[in-house]
């Protein structure tokens, strides 16, 4: 008798410590997990109106073109995995939104017009103002269409270096992306696993499937950028996190590519013979890229192509 009072002392004061602190911890990630909030997600036809802002060689135009056309193109990518199994999952978010449906309607992009503005019209350093502007220029006589800016490597778009590396948002109702190239500004922020991170010895780098780190870069941001777009256009779709820095479909899973990840490895992934790159999707004209993890929203965790 005289041991069973301090052992269940014991016993009652490690569920005391439990409750005390682990307790928070759970309902803390509960409530930073990306959900749905109720608001309209983009589906059907969702059409691009592309704006090239600066100096973008046409290399790198014709590889993001590539791949917004490998997204709903199945039958003319014979390799696995394919860039439009990785759509799957981002149109997948339908059916979680909306119980009554059983399957996810298709949701097509298309670029339905593209402007050059290679003269730098306002200037090389993008903010809220003039971005304003440009989307109005990208979208302008193109109703229900998402402008879509790229940016230059010597142009410096406000706040796309930081964590996340692209913007969107609304204006209104206009939907709009801004994707930079980061490799001179911000490479070890936004060029990873291309080029070293700030963590440099933890952090392995791949050399980039089509060659060039700028190109490769902007297209794992425009994917990331068209996930978070589609799955939460005005905010009120599905995210999770902080306000600051909300977790959307692929910034849960950041840094992650494939299985097996962690902080300064990608990921299992495949290694393109003929340009040593790392990729983990094909698309059409044998391209290949590498994408981002994506929120599966169905069993809240990241979802891999490989
Ligand atoms: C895909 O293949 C079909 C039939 O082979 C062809 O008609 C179509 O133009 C191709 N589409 C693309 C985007 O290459
Ligand atoms: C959910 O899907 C059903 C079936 O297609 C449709 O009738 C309904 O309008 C949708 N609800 C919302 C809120 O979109
Ligand atoms: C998207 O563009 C196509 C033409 O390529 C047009 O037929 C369709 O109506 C447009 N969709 C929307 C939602 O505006
Ligand atoms: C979540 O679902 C996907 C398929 O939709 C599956 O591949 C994956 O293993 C699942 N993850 C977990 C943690 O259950």
């Known amino acids: 008798m005289e041991s069973s009072l301090p052992k269940s002392l014991l016993v009652l004061s490690f569920f005391l410590f439990l409750f005390v602190h682990l307790l928070p911890l759970c309902s803390a990630k509960k409530s930073l997990l990306t959900t ?24 790198q135009k014709s590889a993001i073109k590539t791949f917004i056309q490998s997204l709903n193109n199945d039958h003319n990518v014979s390799f696995e995995p394919r860039v439009s199994s990785w759509w799957n999952i981002v149109e997948s978010y339908q059916t979680v939104a909306n119980k009554s449906l059983k399957k996810s309607p298709k949701i097509t992009v298309k670029a339905v017009k593209e402007i050059d503005d290679d003269k730098y019209s306002i200037g090389k350093v993008l903010n809220d103002d003039s971005l304003a502007g440009l989307v109005q220029k990208a979208s302008g006589r193109t109703p229900n269409t998402v402008a879509v800016i790229f940016a ?29 190239n980061p490799e001179n500004e911000c490479p070890s922020t936004c060029a990873w696993p291309f080029h070293r991170s700030e963590n440099g010895a933890l952090g392995l780098t791949l050399d980039p499937p089509s060659g060039d780190e700028g190109t490769d870069s902007m297209i794992v941001h425009f994917a990331s950028a068209l996930a978070a777009t589609i799955t939460n256009p005005y905010e009120t779709g599905f ?68």
């Not at 410096?156 to 709009?176: M, N």
């Not at 040593?276 to 809240?300: I, M, Q, T």
Request: positive net charge; proline residues 6%; hydrophobic residues 35%.
């Open 36 to 59: 749905y909030h109720k608001g309209p997600l983009l589906t059907g036809d969702v059409n691009l109106s592309v704006l090239w802002y600066g100096q973008i060689n046409p290399i």
């Open 152 to 180: 230059a490597n010597d142009v410096t778009v406000k706040d796309s270096c930081s964590e996340w590396c692209f913007l969107h948002g609304a204006i209104g109702k206009q939907v709009y992306i801004v994707v930079g």
């Open 239 to 306: 995210f999770g996190g902080l306000s600051d820095k909300p977790l959307e479909a692929t910034t849960a899973c950041k840094g992650v590519f494939g299985t097996g990840a962690f902080p300064g490895y990608t990921g299992k992934v495949r290694v393109d013979p003929r340009s040593g790159g790392g990729f983990n999707a094909h698309g059409l004209n044998n391209a290949r890229f590498l994408l981002p993890a994506v929120w599966n929203p169905k069993n809240s965790s990241c979802w891999t192509l490989m």
